[in-house]
């Protein structure tokens, strides 16, 4: 790729789209394929001088122009299961006799006594009660960047939030209060993408001058080695669930397997024709996922760097990101047509489409969550699982992951919300975006009062049908009339 001379100019982030089709040739084989003869829309960077100051925060975020978004039905619309939920087990009712009929006795007499059952039948479990949603509110916003934030993440253990912008910088923020714990510096340019180890100790940043940097979260300061190796801006992180290992995705058209001891490139994949926008490692890390301005979305073994399966729909948008379901069993993925679709890679299959958002331009990311039956949460209802994200409006979408339904929507950013990720356990989500916060939200918990509002309200409707007896009576004695017995 010419973006790898280093004589050429620097190139904005913003990509756009030209109404032209060329058929697209891929840079690695795809064994599992279902069909290759699908065409990707060609894509033509604006160069710039050298000399010129770096671009805004709306340029220092990935983002691209696309023609108008068409809307994508679900393409197969059947119930998928959810992801934390168990199927009940119901017991059939018997039916009658296929050989009885009206006018023919029964083998039995009714007169024969009827023995008891030695054992009392075992009862129906209770239907499932309705899953009921509890709205998120938020909470804290958190200010300090200088220029737009491109992404925000919970720590494994929920206790920190760490965001990275267009500044250059990182900043930590401890929760539940949001205290600013420090300010991580070191990069050269913006930082597009940020991820967590598992273990909470090390950081791992992204930036646009072309390095990745890893930290030391308690004392702030970076690893001495760099993990150097890509061409252009690095777009997209995330580690393995051991920790050792570190997958990213660069505007240079490749994925990169890291070994994060030695900082060295372990594999790389030649992976897409365009920039890749988004990585992901499935739970075991046994699998890893990518996604590019191709319209593709190629499943990696993570051991042989094999392309196990390519997904593409039919209308072959761009896609920005990528991440694997929580059970590691569906694929959730942000294109440019303003849909945010549900893959199940195994079969090759879109199951879901998710609409309502506005997303042309920007690369979005966002996460899934539960709501129902959680911890301090009884008699909510069945556990069901939701898909937010950001949106160019300024708004978070709350989607139902099943039936698709909006659960809730809230404008609160201004401009567009590049980040979105939730912590289940404590019901926390965050989001960033180029108003330069940082905005924690809250989910809304029962009211501890609604109980007691209930029995005071049955209270009061038994103490009125008793006042009402008492005049009952008084009239009817009145009259000089006995009250019926019985």
């Not at 109404?19 to 065409?39: K, Q, V």
């Not at 890893?214 to 995330?238: E, R």
Request: contains cysteine; aromatic residues 8%.
């Amino acid at each position: 790729m010419n973006d790898s001379d280093p004589l050429q100019p620097r190139s904005s982030k913003r990509r756009r789209v030209n109404g032209t089709h060329t058929p697209s040739r891929y840079s690695s084989p795809d064994e599992l394929a279902a069909s290759s003869d699908h065409e990707t829309p060609t894509y033509h960077r604006r160069t710039g001088s050298n000399h010129l100051p770096r671009p805004s925060a709306e340029h220092q975020r990935r983002s691209y122009e696309a023609s108008d978004p068409e809307d994508s039905p679900d393409e197969l619309d059947h119930t998928i299961h959810t992801f934390y939920r168990t199927n009940w087990n119901r017991n059939l009712r018997p039916t009658a006799s296929r050989h009885a009929t009206p006018d023919a006795p029964s083998e039995i007499s009714l007169l024969t006594p009827i023995e008891a059952p030695a054992s009392p039948a075992t009862p129906l479990p209770p239907p499932p009660k309705e899953a009921r949603y509890l709205p998120y509110k938020q909470k804290l916003v958190l200010k300090g960047h200088t220029k737009g934030t491109s992404a925000v993440r919970f720590s494994p253990k929920g206790d920190m939030i760490a965001s990275c912008s267009a500044d250059a910088t990182l900043r930590i923020w401890s929760l539940p209060a949001g205290k600013f714990l420090r300010t991580l510096t070191g990069h050269l340019a913006g930082i597009s993408t940020l991820a967590w180890s598992p273990d909470g100790r090390t950081l791992a940043s992204g930036s646009d001058d072309k390095s990745i940097r890893l930290w030391d979260v308690a004392t702030g300061k970076p690893y001495p080695l760099q993990l150097l190796g890509h061409h252009n801006y690095i777009y997209s992180l995330a580690f393995s669930p051991k920790g050792n290992m570190l997958v990213s995705g660069s505007y240079d058209e490749a994925v990169f397997l890291w070994d994060v001891r030695t900082a060295r490139v372990m594999r790389s994949l030649p992976a897409h024709s365009d920039p890749v926008g988004g990585v992901d490692f499935v739970r075991d890390g046994t699998l890893i996922v990518s996604c590019a301005g191709d319209g593709l979305i190629r499943i990696w073994d993570t051991a042989t760097g094999q392309c196990l399966r390519t997904l593409v729909h039919e209308d072959n948008a761009p896609v920005s990101s990528v991440r694997f379901s929580p059970n590691g069993k569906f694929v959730l993925a942000w294109t440019l047509d303003s849909c945010v679709r549900l893959w199940n890679y195994v079969e090759g299959r879109c199951v879901k489409t998710y609409q309502g958002h506005q997303n042309t331009k920007f690369s979005l990311s966002g996460a899934f969550g539960v709501y129902g039956d959680e911890e301090g949460q009884v008699g909510l209802g069945e556990k069901k699982a939701f898909a937010v994200s950001g949106s160019e409006t300024g708004e978070i979408l709350w989607w139902d992951v099943q039936s698709k339904e909006v659960l809730q929507r809230e404008k609160t950013h201004e401009g567009c919300v590049l980040g979105v990720d939730t912590w289940g356990k404590e019901g926390l989500l965050v989001s960033c975006g180029l108003d330069k916060t940082v905005r924690i939200w809250e989910r809304e918990t029962e009211p501890e009062v609604e109980h007691g509002e209930e029995e005071e309200e049955a209270d009061g409707v038994i103490k009125q049908q008793m006042e009402e007896t008492e005049q009952m009576e008084q009239v009817m004695e009145g009259v000089g009339l006995e009250e019926p017995a019985g």
